[in-house]
């Protein structure tokens, strides 16, 4: 589904607002990080400009800027929303756009050192929001002489490791996901993926998640709901026992005010993880409402 964001409003669209708020729980990964411009084609790495940008930029921490969701690393470029949305590519930024992305730049960027791959109205953010940057475009940020400006200071900075790069993008997207960074528990140190497109998650021979190909988030096993109960997230509770895949609302005693529809949830019965689903309302609806289902349930304890 397309995330339509046309005019300077869609900077307080609750998508958009919710994505800058859970940039906060990432962390760039090595010593330095590379900003460039976002594009039309998303995700942005299958555009054209994407895709000679990172032929420079492998081995580096890149960071998309983009308005109105502000940042994008690269490793969450392939979630929802960020994979979906539709938004004017001018270069021309309104000084709302400037203070909002700025702000949020600023505090992901934090005391990394910095490579502005930029022009227009994205280097106006970096020149005012960051300290200290070094500016690699001469005008065009595809042109020769600016890419081989990128590819002189990128060469200045050791290069990230495989194994740390997918364990960095396995992790963010669980923290963007469940809103904490204690989720870094879904993916321990020697987590294995299978999968060519949706990739299951297991640690030790136990499947935790699959990480879906179509919005770039997981769904839950049974063993991922028990870390899930375990970092205090995304819980609902009832009091009777689970015998159908479907949990409507008068049955739920309480939920985690932070449950937002289409979230992954536990389902917890005298705080043992029974099942775990995709959330239809929200925790606080949840509670109050009377009838209608509350959460559709995929795996459940037999």
Known sequence: MKVLCITEESLFRPEAVRWRERMGLLE???????????????????????????????????????????????????????????????????????????????????????????????????????????YTSTGQTTSSESMNNLKMEVKKHPKLKGRAKTLHQLRSIARYQFNSKKADCLIPDDVKTRGRFDKRIFKDGKQIATLHFNNGLYSLNLEGGKILQNINKKWVKINFELKTNTLFSPGVTE???????????????????????KAILSGEEMERAVKGVAVKIRHRKK
């Not at 555009?47 to 690269?74: N, W, Y």
């Not at 109205?121 to 070094?134: I, P, R, T």
């Not at 529809?261 to 005298?270: M, N, Q, R, S, Y």
Request: net charge negative; proline share 6%.
């Open 255 to 277: 939920a985690d005010p932070d449950i937002i529809p289409g979230d992954e949830v536990v389902i917890l019965k005298d705080d043992e993880a029974v099942a775990v689903g």
């Open 28 to 134: 760039p990964l090595g010593d330095a990080l590379v900003i460039l411009p976002c594009s039309m084609k998303k995700p942005y790495s299958s555009s054209r400009s994407h895709s000679i940008f990172m032929k420079a930029t492998k081995g580096i921490q890149e960071v998309i800027l983009t308005s109105p969701f502000g940042v994008c690393p690269r490793e969450v470029e392939k979630i929802y929303p960020i994979q979906s949305y539709d938004t004017s590519t001018t270069g021309e930024w309104s000084h709302e756009e400037i203070k909002v992305v700025g702000e949020c730049l600023r505090d992901y960027v934090g005391e990394k050192e910095v490579i502005a791959h930029v022009e227009g109205g994205y280097k106006q953010v970096c020149e005012e929001y960051l300290d200290n940057a070094v």
